[in-house]
């Protein structure tokens, strides 16, 4: 994996983090109290835990399927701390041969980004903020490793909803999506609070101490991030509605807080 770039820091724990958050959630242990303390007010508000175990299923089912689909290349933005089941893991052990560079900013994704093990020089990880499509595409190891004149999976994984609407996240999709070949997917996964405003609402003024803000969308508002795809079966969907490999996975608490779907680029 190339890594040379990545920096040596001390972590601020003066705030909540939103990747360490994240990762706390998932059961993880690169977080401090402040992440822990901001984590458990919104795991008061309903099962974060199984919300997040959930969307992480959607990432490896999502990737299998383009990777058994033939694709070879991955473009992961908005990557966060890894986990279990990267996606180079994943999309490696159906093709062997597959690309993936994984896009973050935060220095706390990057200080961690070590501990991913490819095994070749397959795998990045480049510092990048995700909002400047045109400094990712044309960042050099992007370039070493994705050939875009070859079909592309780009993922926004639980990252669209940390861009407030004044950014125009649709935007910022569209001019990464407006560089893949017919033939490349989309995958994303989304929060909202559909289902419940109310603590919805509540757990947006936790993240307004955090270092990343937290912007819930409707289902309409989610579906607009694939203008231009043909949507996959079952489409924009609750994430454990989305291709569960069993019904354990579609009955996980909480599926109704992330909406998921993957396009086709036809």
């Given amino acids: 994996m190339t890594d040379q770039s990545l920096p040596s820091f001390e972590p601020d724990i003066s705030v909540p983090n939103a990747a360490r958050m994240y990762d706390y959630y998932l059961g993880g242990k690169d977080n401090y109290q402040v992440d822990r303390d901001a984590a458990e007010k919104i795991m008061a508000l309903g099962p974060s835990r199984d919300i997040c175990l959930a969307n992480r299923g959607f990432l490896g089912r999502a990737v299998r399927l383009a990777a058994e689909r033939g694709l070879r290349q991955f ?15 994943v999309a490696q052990r159906v093709r062997p041969d597959a690309h993936v560079v994984y896009v ?9 980004a070590r501990a991913l093990r490819a095994i070749d020089d397959t795998t990045a990880v480049v510092q990048e ?19 875009f004149s070859e079909p592309v999976a780009v993922l926004f994984v639980a990252i669209l909803h940390c861009l407030t609407d004044e950014e125009d996240p649709w935007d910022v999709v569209r001019r990464y999506t407006e560089r893949l070949v017919p033939g490349s997917l989309l ?18 003024e936790v993240y307004e101490d ?16 694939f203008d231009g795809f043909e949507v996959l079966d079952p489409g924009v969907t609750q ?3 989305w291709r569960p490999d069993n019904e354990d996975e579609r009955g996980r608490p909480g599926g109704e807080w992330f909406y998921v779907g993957v396009g086709h680029k036809a």
């Fill in 187 to 204: 995958i994303v996964s989304h929060l909202t609070d559909d289902a419940h405003p109310e603590e919805g609402a509540a757990a947006r």
């Fill in 104 to 112: 973050d900013y935060d220095p706390v994704v990057l200080a961690h």
């Fill in 210 to 225: 955090a270092n990343a803000p937290l912007v819930h969308r409707s289902h309409a508002a989610i579906t607009r991030f």
């Fill in 75 to 89: 473009l992961d933005l908005g990557t966060g701390l890894p986990t279990q089941e990267n996606v180079h893991e």
């Fill in 129 to 147: 903020d995700i909002r400047r499509p045109g400094e990712v595409l044309d960042h050099a190891e992007v370039r070493r490793l994705i050939d």
């Fill in 239 to 241: 994430v454990n509605e």
